[in-house]
């Protein structure tokens, strides 16, 4: 059982930075890939981001590469999610994800949070 609790989200400016971050509870996190999601108000939910349990591979939806980073700390279960260069399309609620294996980047997983608001405004 992985339980799983976001925080960093907020309301920022067109063009800043937010770092989200995903702790974990649970002795067996580094078994997990993790993966972070949006949805937006009337959107169905979107792949973001997603690394591997090792950390050692990571994915991108195109609309986070090159702005977005997620990274992962096992000795502390906790994952984040580094994003700069926000936009107002940006606004949503962020979600992290835990499942064993890379479909986690399908939204196929059994763990996930309750979210955290991320605002951008223009």
């Known amino acids: 059982q992985v339980q799983l609790v976001e925080s960093g989200g907020g309301l920022v400016q067109a063009g800043g930075s937010l770092r989200l971050s995903c702790a974990a509870s649970?002795?067996?996190?580094?078994?997990?890939?993790m993966g972070w999601f949006r949805q937006a108000p009337g959107k169905e939910r979107e792949f973001v981001a997603a690394?591997?349990?090792?950390?050692?591979?990571?994915y991108y939806a195109d609309s986070a590469k090159g702005r977005f980073t997620i990274s992962r700390d096992n000795a502390k279960n906790t994952v984040y999610l580094q994003m700069n260069s926000l936009k107002p399309e940006d606004t949503a609620v962020y979600y992290c994800?835990?499942?064993?294996?890379?479909?986690?980047?399908?939204?196929?997983?059994?763990?996930w949070g309750q979210g955290t608001q991320v605002t951008v405004s223009s």
């Open positions: 649970g002795r067996t996190f580094s078994s997990y890939a």
């Open positions: 690394i591997s349990w090792s950390g050692g591979s990571v």
């Open positions: 994800a835990a499942a064993v294996g890379m479909s986690v980047t399908t939204g196929r997983a059994p763990y």
